[in-house]
Each structure stands twice: as structure tokens, then as C-alpha cells.
């Protein structure tokens, strides 16, 4: 069985502050890991994922993460976020079907 | 190229009433999913289809959900009867043969009262 678990429900940041989300996975067998973003009453939207490779990914809006086999983690990080960042994150894992677990989800606030 | 589209967008229904979602995956997906999201959690999939046929259902209650992919295209989600605990926006994605990229729908948030 494969689980996620996102270690902070609520980030609160300053404009231009750097930010990680964390996010800790568990799976008996290989796993392909993503982040999505989720604006208020809108769908999911896909940030990044890691399905092999390089450990060090890039997603869209300058967003990154990387993926740390020994340690099960793929946080999530931004150099500098903007007022429009502000949105739930959520982290999610699949296996070789495509059936996505998600964590609980990360409410990122930035601030003025 | 249209994202996956989702109707009715709100519903608000008495419990051991009947309701009904619709999807319309993206154009040549052969894969669609549903999942239900309940305040304050992450997606939970209800039902994966591979064109009209069931990859997995293991988590959607039979006794009151049901869903069908006629034809492999659009998608029903039908709750009956329906249940204070299924108060929660539900959720179509669809993909193409590259599974792991999952296109989402705006979703239906059901109330339930």
C-alpha cells in the first residue's frame, strides 16, 4: 500500500520569502511522485513529478523538488513566492496504473 | 486543445436522495478517473477506467455509488441514496496513454442536507 503525509497543514510566508513544503511517502515498490497546486473552486493542477531520472525536479511557476529515496521525501521548494502563489498544495504518489494517493493537502499563504 | 468538463458544477440535495455527475475527458484519453474530495483532505479515487472498461473500484461503495463509461467517452457518477458523509467535491481526470499525466476537471461540490 502506498501513503503520503505533508508534515505542515498551513505555511504562512512573507512575498519574495523562500518556502518549502514537505512531503514524506511510504511504498513497498517503485513510485512516481508529483506535486499539484488547487486554486479556490478550481480542478487540480499539475506542478511537477518525478517518474525517474534526475532527483532534482522543475515544475512550472519557478517551483522544485527533489526526490530523496533514502530518506522517502520530495518536498517541495520556491526561491522567492508571490502573492499569486497562494493556493493548497498537495503531494501525491502512484504506482505503474496511474492510481494517485494524495496527501492532506498544504494551505501556502504569502503575505504582502 | 478543451480540458475535461464537469457538470453541474454545485448540488445541493437531501440525504436519501439521488444525484448524478458528468464528465467529458479530454479528446482520445482513454483513461479517466474519479475521485471524491471531502473539506480539508486530499483526492481519494472512487473508480479508474481504462476506455469503458474497470481498472479499479476498490474504494467505491457499491452499495450507493455507481459509475459507467459507455462507449469510452463521457463518464456518469451516480450516488443513490445519498448520505450526509458524501457532502464533498467530486472530481474527473483523464489521461492519455502517458498515465502519469492526469488531467483535472473543475469538479462537482455536492452538498448534502
Known amino acids: 500500500a502506498q501513503s503520503v503525509t505533508q508534515l505542515d497543514s498551513q505555511v504562512p510566508v512573507f512575498e519574495e520569502a523562500p518556502v518549502e513544503l514537505r512531503c514524506n511517502y511510504s511504498?513497498?515498490?517503485?513510485?512516481?511522485l508529483f506535486w499539484y497546486v488547487q486554486y479556490p473552486n478550481q480542478g487540480l493542477q499539475l506542478l511537477l513529478k518525478y517518474l525517474s531520472g534526475s532527483t532534482l525536479v522543475k515544475g512550472i511557476n519557478g517551483f522544485e523538488a527533489e526526490f530523496n529515496k533514502s530518506q522517502t521525501s520530495f518536498h517541495l521548494r520556491k526561491p522567492s513566492v508571490h502573492i499569486s502563489d497562494t493556493a493548497e498544495y498537495f503531494c501525491a504518489v502512484s504506482g505503474v496504473l496511474g492510481k494517485l494517493t494524495f496527501g492532506q493537502g498544504t494551505i501556502l499563504t504569502v503575505h504582502p | 486543445e478543451a480540458g475535461v468538463a464537469q457538470s453541474p458544477r454545485y448540488k445541493i440535495i437531501e440525504k436519501r436522495q439521488s444525484v448524478a455527475f458528468w464528465c467529458n475527458p479530454i479528446s482520445g484519453h482513454a483513461t479517466l478517473y474519479w475521485y471524491q474530495q471531502i473539506l480539508g483532505q486530499g483526492p481519494k479515487l472512487l473508480i479508474q477506467f481504462q476506455n469503458n472498461g474497470v481498472v479499479d473500484d476498490s474504494q467505491l461503495p457499491k452499495d450507493r455509488f455507481s459509475a459507467e463509461r459507455l462507449k469510452g467517452v463521457d463518464s456518469t457518477l451516480k450516488i443513490q441514496p445519498a448520505k450526509l458523509e458524501d457532502s464533498a467535491v467530486y472530481l474527473c481526470a483523464s489521461s492519455s496513454i502517458r498515465i502519469h499525466e492526469q488531467y483535472f476537471g473543475p469538479g462537482t461540490r455536492l452538498t448534502v442536507t
Open positions: 511504498s513497498s515498490v517503485s513510485v512516481y
